[in-house]
């Protein structure tokens, strides 16, 4: 039985290579000058992780200066894993820095981080070699989630990490110049895989969701969906203050769209929300327990939802947003936490715009398998859409780089890749 995580779009790379000159199709726009870096899975040539989740980190980076793609280039994140092929957990308890750090990749202070949600972050070059794990002077002592939040008004970076022993849940904040200034215990009931939050102007929202880990299931990625543990949402005030807990129908969400406060101080929270069957099957599938010639297109994937939750009474309301089968959320970050009027997409071969104002979604047909669009604001922008959207759309043995204009979805300029980049998982647009 072909695993699905080794085949197909998902099947790993066997080497690093650089590219220069790269062909571009349509007119890069000049002002996109920097890095668009992508993270993801990518074991070794004869490595099985045993699940798609557990592939070392390798990230793809992408060069663009003055509207010219002057280089590619992908690395192996050269984590104690990778190197010394160290165990996360072993006999002398959790190694933080023994992980794949191949979830995410972002910037904060000037500093690039390769991140996963069990570990800690590892430092990058701009030039994307590894620089080492880091513990923000030694402050950190628990994992960091590779979904951590840069307040848009601040600067400061908010973050967590869960932990598979107590504490379960912890909360960290970093200054915008990167001091770990703040660090607290936030109280739940057993070990999650927590793998987004979201932040308000006044809240930390928290996803409490039924997937539990127990060591006693074996080796892989010892996860399942569990429904005596219950589904919960939680806010706790930035400013100080007990936590509330909302129960919410059972469900589990991998990403957050966008969350805010409304003029009656009630927290809207979008994600992408898998019901209990239908994130089932995706375990089954990325775990390699199922056959990959079973997997048809759409039918693993989540929905778009919403919660609102209301302080003030403790009453929670929940809705479907749209039937489609989307993940990977993206927005205009300076407006995370704050309200947004547009939410972006993937399908399978499609970007997807959803408008929370008119309640209208826009498409874009990629011709292909289609990666999470990062939301890059044009300079001087005065629309919240005003800008690019960069995906790495994948068709067959080809892969490119996809800009497309935020505003009405029209495709402005694709990037030919030097090779097939599989499947993964999240990028960030670094700016010079």
Avoid at 46 to 67: N, Q, T, V
Avoid at 412 to 429: D, I, N, T, Y
Wanted: proline share 6%.
């Amino acid at each position: 039985m072909e695993k699905a995580y080794l085949t197909g779009n998902l099947a790993p790379v066997p080497d690093e290579i650089d590219a220069y000159n790269l062909p571009v199709e349509g007119a890069l726009p000049p002002e996109l000058t920097g890095r668009y870096f992508r993270n993801g899975p990518n074991p070794r040539p004869g490595e099985d992780p045993g699940h798609w989740f557990g592939g070392h980190g390798m990230i793809h980076g992408i060069r663009l200066r003055d509207g010219r793609a002057e280089w590619y280039r992908n690395r192996w994140v050269k984590t104690k894993a990778f190197t010394d092929g160290a165990d996360l957990v072993g006999e002398k308890g959790v190694d933080l820095a023994a992980t794949q750090a191949n979830t995410s990749v972002i910037r904060h202070d000037g500093r690039v981080f390769a991140l996963i949600e069990v570990g800690l972050p590892y430092e990058m070059t701009p030039e994307l070699d590894t620089v080492g794990p880091v513990d923000f002077q030694g402050k950190l002592a628990t994992a960091m989630t590779a979904h951590p939040k840069q307040d848009p008004i601040t600067g400061e970076l908010h973050f967590f990490g869960y932990g598979f022993f107590p504490p379960f849940l912890t909360y960290h904040r970093l200054s915008a110049g990167g001091e770990l200034v703040e660090t607290k215990e936030i109280e739940v009931p057993g070990a999650t895989m927590m793998h987004d939050f979201a932040i308000t102007e006044n809240y930390l929202v928290w996803l409490d969701l039924p997937v539990t880990f127990d060591l006693n299931r074996g080796m892989g990625m010892p996860y399942a969906f569990d429904e005596g543990y219950g589904a919960r949402i939680g806010l706790t005030p930035r400013a100080g203050g007990v936590t509330r807990w909302f129960e919410v129908d059972l469900c589990y969400a991998f990403h957050v769209g966008n969350a805010w406060e409304d003029a009656e101080g009630r927290v809207v929270l979008t994600a992408a929300r898998y019901n209990p069957e239908v994130f089932a099957n995706l375990w089954e599938h990325i775990s390699g327990r199922a056959d990959a010639a079973r997997h048809a297109a759409g039918t693993i994937s989540a929905s778009l939802y919403g919660w609102t939750l209301d302080p003030a009474t403790g009453k929670v309301s929940e809705e479907p947003l749209d039937d489609r089968n989307v993940e990977f959320p993206t927005l205009n970050e300076q407006r995370l936490g704050l309200g947004s009027r547009y939410l972006y997409t993937v399908g399978d071969d499609q970007i997807i715009k959803y408008d929370h104002q008119s309640g209208a979604a826009s498409v874009l047909a990629t011709g292909g398998a289609t990666g999470e669009a990062v939301f890059v604001p044009a300079e001087g922008a005065r629309a919240e859409d005003e800008g690019w959207l960069l995906s790495i759309v994948t068709s067959g043995e080809v892969s490119r780089l996809l800009v497309a204009d935020a505003r009405d979805l029209s495709e402005v300029a694709s990037v030919r890749l030097p090779r097939r980049v599989p499947a993964g998982f999240h990028g960030s647009w670094l700016e010079d």
